[in-house]
């Protein structure tokens, strides 16, 4: 039985896609105490085994009588709740390897992501008013547990929160999380902001007061958008267009690394990571204050980074654009495929929106592309820019093409996993 521990690294769990087993033995910890770019890999591991194996089986190290914490705060575990709900075939066990009840684990899942998803829509400022189908003790709980300021573990470890779309749920309405008006809209980057102020909030980090969306969150909120609406446009039916996914799930991943954490030894770390934080924390915080920027908003000497993580278990993006399969397709043609959905107005979509569909990829590397990092994971290969070693060029942007580093050839995963680092300074 392969053990997945707070040791366990991205690279061990891409060996492991292949191989047969799927029985594994997990060290959980909770969902913010993961690595940069950890929690979104081992969620993705999952669901490409479920695609691969069918049946996949978790012995946790939690006892039967702590279960008790999973079943409360559900958010701090996210890389259970997620693979539970994509399939039937997915099973949790106790430490003394007992199978644990999926019924009373989903429907706990259901509910909070939709407590979740109702409290988000809301003015966290004000009293909680209106009928709905929750009891206001219920959402008045929650809110507390999960959003208060004076959390001791926000505080020293930061923040993690997922959005998630189960496409193939619309029976147990967990399929339009992410959306707005009955689920026929992406929500649009200005509501997107407001989540992300208040995860600033609950953090209990310093910020201008006179700047109410300041650019920090502003320009996080249209890399959130943007990525997302790539997913609902090409992430959802297979290579050729001609059928729905089912089962099938899209997300959104945000998480805030504070200093003590990232000043950490980062051996540890996925090399691409490793190298960016490295060179990151051993530079100058007055980097990042450029005009108009970070500088205006934080005024302090401290390092965050925030993780925008954004996942679909979709056709994966050079199969979508080319309309072929893997077997279709070399190594080379899959990496060039993939870096042509990051220029600007460069489309496979022929009709006549194909000039706003050709835009929104590209729009996140502008505004990364001073001091972030992005990693895409589709397929069988992985590609990633560090910007603050090689900010963007003029010449990328205007007809040569955004240049982008390419890992050798890895084990085919399900769906596609982009991941943007976006560094911040702040003060408490």
């Known amino acids: 039985m392969l053990k997945i521990t707070k040791e366990t690294s991205i690279s061990d769990l891409e060996r492991w896609i292949v191989m047969d087993d799927h029985e594994f033995e997990l060290e959980v910890l909770e969902s913010f105490k993961y690595d940069p770019g950890f929690l979104i890999a081992l969620i993705q591991f999952f669901l490409t085994k479920l695609r691969l194996s069918s049946m996949v089986s978790v012995k946790t190290n939690i006892e039967r009588a702590d279960f008790s914490k999973v079943l409360t705060r559900p958010y701090d575990f996210n890389h259970l709740a997620t693979p539970l709900l994509f399939s039937d ?8 390897n007992k199978e644990v009840s999926r019924g009373d684990l989903i ?6 992501l939709k407590i979740q998803e109702y409290l988000y829509s809301q003015d966290f400022n004000r009293e909680i008013l209106g009928a709905t189908e929750f009891k206001k003790a219920e959402l008045e709980h929650f809110r507390k547990r999960f959003f208060s300021t004076k959390s001791p573990s926000k505080i020293e470890n930061g923040v993690s929160f997922l959005v998630g779309c189960f496409d193939h749920l619309e029976e147990y309405d967990l399929h339009k999380n992410y959306y707005l008006y009955s689920g ?6 200005k509501g997107i902001a407001s989540w992300l102020s208040r995860l600033f909030k609950f953090g209990g980090f310093s910020i201008s007061k006179e700047l109410n969306l300041n650019s920090l969150i502003d320009d996080l909120s249209v890399v959130i958008h943007e990525l997302f609406q790539n997913t ?3 992430g959802k039916t297979n290579f050729n267009n001609t059928q729905f996914y089912s089962p099938n799930f899209r997300a959104v991943l945000i998480n805030l690394f504070l200093d003590q954490n990232l000043n950490k030894e980062t051996s540890g770390y996925e090399p691409v990571v490793n190298t960016y934080l490295f060179n990151l924390l051993k530079s100058n915080p007055g980097e990042l204050k450029t005009p108009n920027k970070q500088g205006a908003l934080f005024e302090g000497n401290l390092w ?21 399969d893997f077997d279709q397709l070399s190594e080379g043609q899959e990496i060039d495929s993939t870096i042509k959905c990051f220029n600007k107005y460069i489309t496979s979509d022929t009709s006549g929106r194909r000039h706003v569909r050709g835009r929104g990829l590209s729009r996140v590397i502008s505004i990364i592309s ?7 994971r589709t397929g069988n290969i992985c590609i990633y820019r560090d910007f603050f070693q090689r900010p963007l060029k003029a010449c990328e942007v205007e007809g040569n093409g955004i240049k982008f580093n390419s890992l050798e050839a890895l084990q085919r995963q399900e769906g596609t996993s982009i991941t943007i680092l976006y560094p911040f300074i702040y003060s408490r």
């Open 89 to 96: 075939d997915f099973t949790i066990r106790d430490k003394d």
């Open 107 to 112: 429907k706990v899942f259901q509910r909070s």
């Open 184 to 189: 026929e809209y992406v929500r649009y980057s």
């Open 232 to 234: 609902e446009e090409w």
């Open 304 to 324: 965050g980074v925030c993780e925008v993580s954004v996942f679909d278990t979709g056709p994966g993006m050079a199969r979508r654009w080319t309309g072929k």
């Open 370 to 376: 001073g001091t972030g990092l992005i990693r895409v």
